[in-house]
């Protein structure tokens, strides 16, 4: 499916049914694929990790977000109350705020709902500029400790094709963004060592095979 990333993981498939099924009638293209393996229900359980994911353009994400946000505000007064964001503090329910790609879209509408009702009314500008904060906290690069990196040359010296893997995964490594755009996942320091240390894995790769070569040549001569 070229072209096409995972806008939403499900562990249900009616629920990836009806959001699809929502999106579809309001002209967004997208299709849910199963990629849970027969291996995860043997050996982890079904409740593993969501195998349902709806997929989608990266240029429908935003719009997509809208048509959901505005479904749920306009079925919101049919919430149970006993919904489980009832029992949260303020504190606990500006996190979901704060932090809406770690829940879900009805859970970021339901926690200002609540927050309103308990008489602290978040305004549009406020959710828009929270949102923005955790955009950039989010694009920005990851760090990592200083034994990731020794574990990288430790690889590279003596296991060179899994520290060749390694290095180009630290170089290359992206992550996505609730817009579905893509970032660089390590800032630029990790990401030279990742250079090197790939350039290390292959030269010791290269060498190796030369070495054994060498070896042949010399056996089959004496």
């Given at each position: 499916m070229a072209g096409y990333e995972v806008f939403h993981s499900f562990y249900s498939e009616e629920d990836a049914l009806a959001m699809q099924k929502l999106l579809s009638e309001k002209g967004i293209t997208c299709k849910v694929e199963k990629s849970k393996q027969l291996a995860d229900k043997i050996f982890i359980g079904d409740a593993a990790e969501p195998s349902l994911h709806l997929k989608m353009r990266v240029p429908d994400f935003t719009r997509a977000h809208e048509i959901l946000d505005k479904e749920i505000?306009?079925?919101?007064?049919?919430?149970?109350?006993?919904?489980?964001?009832?029992d949260f503090s303020n504190d606990e329910l500006m996190e979901v705020i704060k932090k809406p790609d770690e829940w879900s879209a009805q859970d970021f509408v339901i926690a200002q709902k609540i927050l309103a009702d308990r008489g602290n009314n978040l305004s549009q500008k406020e959710v828009d500029t929270l949102k923005s904060e955790r955009y950039r906290e989010l694009k920005a690069p990851?760090?990592?400790g200083v034994w990731w990196i020794i574990l990288g040359y430790f690889l590279a010296i003596f296991f060179g094709p899994a520290g060749l893997f390694f290095g180009i995964f630290l170089t290359t490594a992206r992550k996505m963004l609730p817009d579905g755009n893509k970032v660089m996942l390590y800032e630029d320091k990790i990401r030279l060592h990742g250079k090197v240390i790939a350039a290390i894995s292959a030269a010791i790769i290269i060498l190796a095979i030369f070495g054994e070569i060498a070896l042949f040549w010399a056996f089959f001569w004496l």
């Amino acid at each position: 499916m070229a072209g096409y990333e995972v806008f939403h993981s499900f562990y249900s498939e009616e629920d990836a049914l009806a959001m699809q099924k929502l999106l579809s009638e309001k002209g967004i293209t997208c299709k849910v694929e199963k990629s849970k393996q027969l291996a995860d229900k043997i050996f982890i359980g079904d409740a593993a990790e969501p195998s349902l994911h709806l997929k989608m353009r990266v240029p429908d994400f935003t719009r997509a977000h809208e048509i959901l946000d505005k479904e749920i505000r306009e079925n919101i007064s049919s919430l149970e109350s006993d919904y489980y964001l009832y029992d949260f503090s303020n504190d606990e329910l500006m996190e979901v705020i704060k932090k809406p790609d770690e829940w879900s879209a009805q859970d970021f509408v339901i926690a200002q709902k609540i927050l309103a009702d308990r008489g602290n009314n978040l305004s549009q500008k406020e959710v828009d500029t929270l949102k923005s904060e955790r955009y950039r906290e989010l694009k920005a690069p990851e760090k990592e400790g200083v034994w990731w990196i020794i574990l990288g040359y430790f690889l590279a010296i003596f296991f060179g094709p899994a520290g060749l893997f390694f290095g180009i995964f630290l170089t290359t490594a992206r992550k996505m963004l609730p817009d579905g755009n893509k970032v660089m996942l390590y800032e630029d320091k990790i990401r030279l060592h990742g250079k090197v240390i790939a350039a290390i894995s292959a030269a010791i790769i290269i060498l190796a095979i030369f070495g054994e070569i060498a070896l042949f040549w010399a056996f089959f001569w004496l």
